[in-house]
């Protein structure tokens, strides 16, 4: 039997890049230390501050939610919130909001739903037949992150937390670079510059791996939806995933070797490819560098097509 590095008790994972075995109250307090010192790092909060989780039912999102409320549960000057997106995917989200539902209850976390079809007129369901020259995963990206940013406004929030773990993170990086856009690299969260009318972002799992997350969630007991939404098949991040997978397994500590390079760069970045100034939609209101927001550009293109 493989026992703890720490205490000899059974050991429920090997972590490849540190070469430790680690029994669960070890393993959750190597990522407590990790998360908490995450958090530490990206921000110092106001009095009066309000967090909203965008809680989506899966592993990461709900370990977002869990870990926020351990941490900051008891301080009285501080209100924590969760925010889901239902963008209308049959037999995907309604599983997902369910999850979402029981774990905010458990914890005594206030959860509020906001939906494609109240906002913008259509589901991803009835969008997907006119996504020709776009996957639908483009359209789902851009409305999901104005919905969240536009009810987090609604709800007076001060930082919206995002689940996104280390494999999540270092994919959107390297996707931006194989792109050429310094400047999506730049806008990463989370946000060091605060733009006018956006609601800049926390993500506490960073340096968390996928893996981790998801262990992490099975030995707390916490309820998730792990099922896979059924237009993952059409997103580029895929490729990303199965080469940084093969690349880690390779040589252990390839991911958090990205994310460090980054960290260690992202300031010279800003400094040259400072954030553009932001204009209001002419359409909608919100943040945009242009005279139409890309959530209006496409909303309107979609309509044209939809009464085609």
Do not use: W
């Amino acid at each position: 039997m493989i026992t703890c590095d720490k205490c000899k008790q059974p050991a429920v994972t090997f972590i490849r890049y540190s070469g430790a075995h680690l029994c669960s109250d070890h393993f959750i307090e190597f990522v407590d230390k990790r998360v908490k010192k995450e958090i530490s790092k990206q921000c110092r909060l106001p009095k009066n501050a309000k967090l909203a989780v965008a809680l989506s039912g899966g592993k990461d999102s709900t370990l977002a939610l869990y870990m926020i409320k351990n941490i900051f549960g008891k301080h009285r000057d501080l209100e924590l919130i969760a925010i889901t997106v239902d963008e209308g995917i049959a037999g995907y989200r309604p599983n997902s909001i369910k999850a979402a539902k029981k774990t905010a209850n458990e914890l005594e976390v206030p959860h509020y739903i906001t939906t494609f079809s109240d906002h913008l007129g259509f589901t991803l369901n009835t969008i997907e037949p006119h996504t020709h020259e776009l996957t639908p995963c483009t359209y789902c990206g851009v409305f999901r992150r104005f919905l969240l940013n536009t009810t987090a406004k609604e709800l007076n929030v001060t930082r919206l937390v995002m689940g996104h773990n280390l494999d999540d993170m270092v994919q959107s990086i390297i996707m931006n670079i194989f792109k050429g856009d310094p400047q999506k690299l730049v806008r990463l969260g989370p946000h060091r510059h605060i733009q006018p009318g956006l609601i800049p972002r926390l993500m506490p799992l960073r340096t968390i791996p996928e893996k981790e997350s998801y262990l992490y969630t099975m030995l707390s007991g916490l309820t998730i939806y792990d099922g896979e939404c059924p237009y993952a098949i059409y997103a580029q991040r895929g490729l990303f995933r199965d080469m940084l997978a093969r690349a880690e397994d390779a040589t252990p500590g390839t991911r958090h070797a990205i994310l460090s390079f980054y960290d260690q760069t992202i300031e010279a970045l800003t400094q040259h490819f400072t954030p553009a100034k932001l204009n209001k939609c002419d359409q909608c209101g919100e943040p945009t560098n242009k005279k139409k927001c890309k959530t209006c550009i496409l909303k309107n293109e979609l309509e044209n097509k939809i009464k085609e």
